[in-house]
């Protein structure tokens, strides 16, 4: 929950602008709202605004427009330099940190002229590592499914039904924990989803996810205990909607089960295995693989397109000069 009383106003309405005009989710307002506090907090220590050495103690209430137009775009570099340097923040994180600020500053400049030179306007985004995705094999996903399906628990039904979807639909954590069962056309086989941006997609369901989720709804609590879990499908022991980091727990625990390495899977690494399997194992063309995941753009997609061991090791020794 965000406690707007602890921001300056120009940022609080540009956390309403971002909700109300370009339709983001609550989780990226939440982001928003996560990185420009801690922008703010090291504008104020950076422009020596205050005494106050301790940056997470910074009170940023009291920061101005006018405060805001003595940042040039050295002091925006100065910010990522300081979150590489001090938070080891990976390019990645500092990429989407960057995105932030660019928005944040093109709302303060172009929509509403808070500000008469951007100081975000020529900012670029960090290089990104261009790294091969790690996934699970078919076999390790074989494994984990068995594993988890053969055990006995209290949530064995619906700890299966959570990692059979990651597998086999290859869906973002956030998205999982926001079905619904009234998402689920079980006469299509078909789930609708509300992904990044507040996007809507649909995917469709094989005959494993289908038997999972049914199998689990059997035995799901029919008494959730706040309204917003009543149509969720996963609960909670606390028969509340699942928290993101309960099914990371399930995930990690599942995972250390099957002697998989958690320094190396995890929850995303899921989904990283459903895109990989389905495009090496299923001819899938990449712009269906980028519907079912969500994409925005077709390169986000061409990372799955990378070939295996396996495929490299069968191209050296297809070289007609191997046997010389």
Same mark, same amino acid.
């Given at each position: ?17 971002s ?21 703010? *907090? ?5 422009l ?14 009291d ?12 002091d ?20 989407? *940190? ?25 900012l ?10 790690k996934?699970l ?38 998205e999982?924990?926001?079905i619904?069962?009234s ?8 789930l ?29 609590? *029919?008494?959730a ?29 599942e995972?250390? *089960? ?20 389905m ?17 925005e ?13 396996s495929?490299?090791?069968a191209?050296?020794e ?7």
């Open positions: 929950m965000i406690d707007k009383l602890k921001n300056p106003d120009f940022l609080n309405a540009f956390l309403d602008y909700s109300v005009i370009l339709n983001k989710s609550p989780n990226t307002i939440k982001e928003y709202n996560y990185d420009l506090v801690n922008f703010l *907090k090291f504008v104020k220590h950076h020596k605004l205050t005494d106050e050495t301790d940056l997470q103690a910074i009170n940023i209430t920061i101005t427009i006018e405060d805001i137009k003595k940042l040039k775009l050295n925006l570099h100065s910010y990522l330099a300081y979150l590489k340097d001090f938070h080891n923040a990976k390019p990645a994180t500092r990429a989407r *940190k960057a995105a932030c600020l660019k928005t944040f500053f093109n709302y303060l400049t172009v929509k509403t002229n808070q500000l008469e030179i951007n100081p975000a306007q020529n670029e985004s960090p290089k990104l590592d261009k790294r091969i995705p996934y094999s078919l076999d390790e996903s074989k494994d984990l499914l068995n594993i988890v399906r053969d055990e006995e628990s209290r949530n064995n039904e619906r700890d299966y039904a959570i990692i059979t979807i990651f597998l086999n639909c290859g869906i973002r954590l956030a999982l924990v926001n619904n069962i998402d689920i056309n079980f006469s299509d086989n078909k609708n989803v509300i992904g990044k941006g507040n996007k809507e997609r649909a995917i469709y369901l094989n005959k494993a996810c289908v038997k999972a989720i049914e199998d689990y709804i059997k035995i799901r609590p *029919k008494d205990i706040k309204f917003d879990s009543r149509d969720a499908l996963f609960l909670s022991e606390r028969r509340e909607r699942i928290s993101r980091r309960t099914v990371q727990y399930v995930v990690k625990r995972l250390q *089960k099957a002697g998989l390495d958690i320094t190396k899977y995890s929850v995303h690494k899921l989904r990283h295995t459903a895109a990989t399997l495009y090496q194992y299923g001819n899938v063309d990449i712009r269906a693989l980028q519907e079912l995941l969500g994409h753009s077709i390169s986000t997609t061409e990372i799955y397109t990378h070939v295996d061991n495929q490299v090791r191209a050296v297809s070289n007609p000069l191997a046997d010389m």
